[in-house]
């Protein structure tokens, strides 16, 4: 499969390794946005911020237009319309579209044809925009991708009720799989899709625990957020039959990333540039988030500084300049802002490991790599 890679003053055609190498290259981290003569914008990859904002792409990649061509034509339901209208407002409000890409192309790094992992693809994009919906609702949150959100647009019966239309159709897109390859998807899709549930409990069971410690909150954001991207990826690799040490070490492989990118979100939150960060820096602190910076200065702080932060971490001043100045002083001065990069690294190690024992050969190995590595630097 040839991809379509453009830049100021041509297009041209090239491989998998060429493309992806391009995209990383170009999107990748830290890169300002620019407009190009055909009047396409591009901005923050969709490797460098598989979970944060990104800017609606236009032609950056086939892999996003064949699987968007392929939800639309996939997603045409029918009666009642208040059921499933809410289902395609939701997956047509966009998004970076990232997991279903890294299926896609993982299948196709494996050796997989992309066709036959587009209702995988699917399927994951079904969940993931499930867990938003019903996400959004128990945080009575107003918009979504700067849109209404389903309850509120509708209502917050219809929300759930929605939301649990879409996650039987996840389920029914692994139905076009054969029998072997259908239980191995469906195996995995369950396990995480529990996961997920069991990550979004931590986190609200975390808002009123004080008692909070590192392994728990590790585990809080593996489940809530890296598992489904790892999912995603050995989903690609079931389809394309690869082996199931390399589809085991490709899962571990985002796993770990993933975990690596939410803490390196953890810290972008408190330290990150404003104008680049690509929402408030501070938010975590302002709304009292116990994100591994926290839970790690209550570690290691003097006892003055940890009564500090705990004072500071029950109140919600109208104007939160002055607590978060003061929160991040206790962050540096406690040593967690080098133990959070620290950690950083040592989940991206992981990956890196995980990534060398695959199958894959030693280009797209590198490319990973070249991801990951970037993803650790990344200031956006």
């Known amino acids: 499969m040839l991809f379509t890679y453009r830049d100021e003053e041509k297009s041209f055609y090239c491989s998998f390794s060429e493309f992806f190498s391009k995209t990383v290259q170009f999107l990748g981290f830290g890169y300002k946005v620019s407009k190009f003569s055909d009047g396409a914008f591009y901005s923050n990859s969709i490797f460098a ?17 064949q699987f968007v061509t392929y939800l639309k034509a996939r997603t045409q339901l029918g009666e009642p319309n208040n059921l499933y209208e809410p289902v395609q407002y939701i997956l047509g409000l ?3 579209r990232m997991r279903p890409i890294l299926t896609l192309m993982t299948a196709e790094a494996f050796g997989g044809k992309i066709e036959n992992a587009m209702d995988a693809a699917l399927a994951v994009e079904m969940f993931h925009n499930f867990s938003l919906v019903h996400d959004d609702i128990m945080d009575d949150a107003p918009l979504r991708r700067g849109k209404a959100t389903v309850h509120e647009k509708w209502d917050v019966n219809t929300g759930i ?12 897109f692994f139905e076009n799989y054969p029998a072997e390859t259908y239980f191995e998807l469906t195996k995995l899709f369950s396990k995480t899709a529990l996961e997920v549930c069991e990550g979004q409990q931590y986190d609200v069971d975390f808002e009123t625990r004080d008692d909070v410690t590192i ?26 039959k690869a082996s199931k040490k390399d589809a085991d070490a490709i899962y571990e492989f985002g796993r770990n990333l ?6 390196q979100d953890d810290y972008l939150d408190a330290f990150g540039d404003p104008k680049t960060f690509g929402k408030q820096v501070g938010g975590d602190i302002m709304e009292n988030k116990k994100t591994y910076l926290y839970l790690k200065s209550l570690e290691k702080a003097s006892k003055d500084d940890q009564d500090g932060l705990l004072h500071l971490y029950s109140i919600k001043p109208e104007d939160s300049t002055a607590k978060v100045e003061a929160v991040k002083t206790i962050f540096k001065e406690s040593g967690a802002v080098e133990e959070t990069k620290k950690a950083i690294h040592n989940f991206t ?10 199958g894959l050969s030693e280009k797209n190995k590198a490319l990973l790599q070249q991801f990951g590595k970037s993803l650790m630097e990344r200031t956006v």
């Open 49 to 65: 911020r598989i979970f944060g904002p990104m800017s609606d792409i236009d032609t950056i990649s086939q892999y996003r237009e």
């Open 94 to 96: 966009g998004g970076k």
């Open 161 to 172: 009720l929605s939301g649990d239309a879409m996650l039987i159709l996840s389920y029914q």
């Open 215 to 240: 392994p728990e909150y590790l585990k809080m954001i593996e489940y809530k957020t890296s598992v489904l991207v790892a999912a995603a990826m050995k989903m690609g690799a079931i389809v394309a």
């Open 258 to 263: 993933g975990i690596a990118f939410q803490l």
């Open 349 to 358: 190690q992981k990956a890196f490991d995980a990534l060398a024992e695959t």
